[in-house]
């Protein structure tokens, strides 16, 4: 809760130190959305992402999802809509987070 009231606030609370719900540590961090799909041609699988994290983690997370989302997202009617607008949303997040982590050491 407290860290959607200081998200909506704005940059203000972005390079905030906290920790990382990923690794644990006390670190820059800012918050990210990653997405990704699991196409099984007649079903499919929506995985989501929501932490604080690092910009050590956010790198691994953001490829972790692209990498998944490239092998096991487009395996379907739907999937193959859905799996490139992740691998975009998933872009914009990460950019936008390496932005407000810009200065943060790796
Ligand atoms: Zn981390």
Redesign the pocket.
């Known amino acids: 809760m407290a860290t959607q009231v200081a998200s909506s606030i704005g940059s203000a609370a972005a390079n905030a130190i906290g920790p990382?719900?990923?690794?644990?540590?006390m670190?820059q961090?800012a918050q990210v959305t990653f997405h990704r799909n699991v196409g099984m041609l007649f079903a499919r699988q929506n995985i989501t992402l929501k932490a604080t994290?690092?910009?050590?983690?956010?790198k691994s997370k953001f490829w972790e999802f692209q990498g998944k989302g490239l092998l096991l997202g487009p395996w379907g009617m739907i999937s193959l809509i859905v799996t490139p607008i992740y691998l975009i949303t998933n872009t914009v997040s990460y950019v936008s987070a390496s932005n407000k982590l810009r200065h943060a050491v790796e």
């Open positions: 990382c719900q990923i690794c644990r540590s670190r961090t994290m690092c910009k050590t983690c956010l």
